[in-house]
């Protein structure tokens, strides 16, 4: 039944996803790709929706993820099946954990963790520029066959302003995003 | 306060955490500064030092920051009751709204001028996730070993589809591995984290 498989899919995303925000995409992405929820542009937009609505991005996606494969009922137990882990987690964490924070195996297990974490969420930049800056998915033969026909240049002139706003201007993102859907709809 | 799981407190912990879901954009790290401000400052349910570890904790144990952190201040507060309490509150709002934009989106998804502000906006996020990239590797790529984890990492996703979950046990046991037979390496690695006062 699909609210179980609802539940249980993102009990697994909840549980394994460490880090927060951005790094849970690639694994959310990976889950719903095998069971057809959504189709991978549908899946960059809620990216963009989770940044301009208040609320963390897991849940966002959790709840859109729900809604779209199964309707309002879909949505609940999808955005209760995220939060699960977090709440026995935290549960049996909060009586212990002070003691052993800095334990140094636990310290040395997140040296390893971390820098996976950052390779998964550069992983979400990639497969996010696979339908909004490349016309295709990146891969030598589409680099070959196509060459610079790949490249949406509308796509990556908006990439490049975004990237110059956010980093040098320290715009904020919900500004960012709400220009970048002007610019498309003057553009495309 | 008299009785900490009253119903009053957790009407309170659940209406603290509804307003601090309904006002934090971006995601987890957006909320931290809106969770000191209120739980800290307004409320003093919680000490400044406390929080700084319920953060630290939050961060370093799997879901999401924000639900991890809010269950977390529930419990301090009013134990498993708090936690529901916290949890729900900060859910909800997100839930809501987004279950109405799903709802238009469906609608609307097939309008061209939708089509057309989406596919710029997508463009934007690439350059969001980027930045966020920039940022965590500040704070977790600090030599090259750690480099090369990240960047195998890209590798084993997107060249061999390997699922996300074993990149991430990977990653836990390469830091066993140093731990276990290089404690020399170890111990350099922890006297950089601890003059840096890491939180993870």
């Known amino acids: ?188 | 306060m008299k009785s900490k799981s009253d119903i009053r407190t957790l009407a309170e912990i659940f209406c603290v955490f509804f307003k601090i879901g309904c006002f934090t954009f971006g995601g987890g790290y957006a909320m931290i500064p809106l969770i000191e401000r209120e739980i800290v400052n307004n409320k003093k349910w919680i000490k400044e030092e406390e929080i700084v570890d319920i953060f630290a904790v939050s961060q370093a144990v799997p879901g999401a920051i924000a639900i991890n952190s809010s269950t977390f201040v529930g419990y301090k507060i009013a134990g498993y009751k708090g936690s529901l309490a916290a949890t729900m509150g900060v859910v909800l709002p997100s839930f809501g709204i987004i279950t109405i934009i799903a709802a238009f989106l469906s609608a609307f998804q097939e309008n061209p001028v939708v089509q057309a502000a989406f596919m710029g906006i997508r463009s934007a996020v690439v350059a969001l996730i980027l930045v966020a990239v920039i940022r965590m590797t500040q704070t977790s790529v600090k030599d090259i070993l750690t480099a090369l984890i990240a960047f195998l990492t890209v590798i084993l996703i997107l060249v061999l589809n390997i699922h996300p979950v074993i990149t991430i046990v990977l990653g836990g046991l390469v830091g066993v591995v140093i731990f276990a037979f290089f404690p020399e390496k170890s111990k350099r690695i922890m006297k950089g984290a601890n003059e840096n006062h890491d939180i993870y």
């Open chain 1, 1 to 188: 039944m699909i609210y179980i498989r609802l539940l249980v899919t993102f009990i697994k995303i909840g549980l394994f996803s460490f880090g927060g925000g951005y790094a849970m995409i690639p694994l959310i992405q990976k889950e719903i790709e095998s069971y057809n929820w959504l189709s991978s542009s549908e899946f960059a937009d809620i990216i963009a929706i989770s940044e301009v609505t208040p609320g963390p991005i897991a849940v966002n996606s959790a709840t859109f993820v729900g809604y779209k494969a199964a309707g309002v009922l879909g949505g609940l137990v999808a955005t209760i099946g995220v939060s699960i882990p977090s709440l026995v987690i935290i549960m049996i964490v909060s009586r212990f954990f002070f003691g052993y924070q800095k334990h140094p195996l636990n310290m040395m297990v997140f040296y390893g963790i971390r820098p996976v974490i950052v390779g998964l969420v550069a992983t979400a930049a990639v497969s996010v520029a696979e339908t909004a800056i490349f016309n295709s998915g990146i891969s030598w033969s589409s680099v070959i066959e196509k060459g610079m026909n790949m490249i949406n240049f509308g796509g990556m002139f908006i990439f490049a302003a975004a990237l110059i706003a956010l980093i040098k201007f320290k715009v904020h993102p919900i500004l960012v995003i709400v220009a970048s859907g002007i610019a498309g709809v003057l553009m495309f």
